[in-house]
């Protein structure tokens, strides 16, 4: 079992910057890949970006260039730093951990941005 715990949306001004960040606790040990996705309203849920255990990152091609993911395997932590905020940013924005192919999420921070 795992347990992620997001913090950090808000309502921003159009070119803001907000940093989200994503705590997990419980068999944290068993992570793989985590993740940041994203649901606007009345659209699907879609990945933002993800990084491996070892490091690797990617992107979707909207935020390529403006948000980074990082992760503190120490603190058992994930971050998303987004830059240039726009307002088809705005979304529920979801942490994610796979563990032996299953899915964890946590409950979603609501970002909104302004024009």
């Known amino acids: 079992q795992v347990q992620l715990v997001e913090s950090g949306g808000g309502l921003v001004q159009a070119g803001g910057s907000l940093r989200l960040s994503c705590a997990a606790s419980?068999?944290?040990?068993?992570?793989?890949?985590m993740a940041w996705y994203r649901q606007a309203p009345g659209k699907r849920r879609d990945v933002v970006a993800t990084s491996t255990r070892d490091g690797t990152t990617n992107y979707a091609g909207s935020v390529k260039g403006r948000f980074t993911i990082s992760r503190d395997n120490a603190k058992n932590t994930l971050y998303l730093q987004m830059n240039s905020l726009k307002p088809e940013d705005t979304a529920v924005y979801y942490c994610?951990?796979?563990?032996?192919?299953?899915?964890?999420w946590g409950q979603g921070t609501q970002v909104t941005v302004s024009s």
């Open positions: 419980g068999s944290i040990f068993s992570i793989g890949v």
């Open positions: 994610n951990a796979v563990v032996y192919g299953y899915d964890y």
